[in-house]
């Protein structure tokens, strides 16, 4: 895995300073922003026969709506993962309080000092099953998306069989990604917090960036360990293929 690389490669192209104030524009634009986004960079990484890092093609708002149907069906992915994270996260809110609750009310009528250390407790080990459970979420998350991402089809992405055999081949990898985002999404949210909060708009368009070139990395380690490729949609395309033949 090439971490650094997926930071670097983005200033590598000559328009790297519009792409990115153009990237933190869609920012900030509710829902639509993100997706905007996702699609242009989608489309650079997968809708392209040269992998050049300094051929990656510019930010171009006159395909702002190609853009949002690239960027639509990985979000409707997300949508549906995410009703089901917050569901469990209201579900462990629900049990914390009720703990916390039940252990502060003893603690009140016995005068028990131990009830507030099985309180502090509980809550620790819920605390370290969500911790759990959003690491292992990042990890299903991850096939769906990419064959969202890659197919441009909302149903074809729910590919089971597909998920459990990209998840074992490349676990490990799915892993160390989302917690190299994680790390690296801290240290540069705070960097750009510093600069009047202005920042972190332009560092939400290069993690974005990272997360689809760590995506494709990935996916190149899927393949090459015997996995079964996912047909590339057309629609990720700019320009059309070259005709067989041509120079």
Partial sequence: MRYLDSLTDFFKSPRWMMNLLLGAVCSLIPLVGPMVLHGWLIGGFWGRDNPDPATFPEFDFNRFTKYLTRGLWPMLVSLVFGLVLAVVIVALEVVGMAVLAVTVG??????????????????????????????????????????????????????????????????????????????????????????????????????????????????????????????????????????????
């Fill in 106 to 247: 003893d603690g009140h009528h016995g005068g028990n000092e131990a009830s507030g250390v099985v309180a502090v407790l509980v809550m620790l080990v819920l605390f370290l099953f969500y911790l759990v459970f959003i690491v292992g979420y990042m990890l299903v998350l991850k096939p769906f998306m990419l064959r969202a991402d890659l197919l441009q089809d909302f149903g074809a992405a729910f590919d089971f069989r597909f998920a459990v055999r990209f998840i074992k081949l490349t676990w490990v990898e799915c892993l160390t990604s989302s917690l190299f985002l994680m790390a690296a999404g801290f240290v540069l949210m705070t960097a750009g917090m510093l600069v009047l909060c202005i920042g972190m708009y332009f560092v939400t368009c290069a993690l974005y960036f990272m997360m689809v070139h760590l995506n494709k990395q990935i996916y190149q380690i899927y393949l090459a360990r015997g996995g079964e490729p996912v047909p590339i949609s057309p629609t990720l395309r700019d320009e059309p293929p070259p005709m067989p033949g041509w120079g």
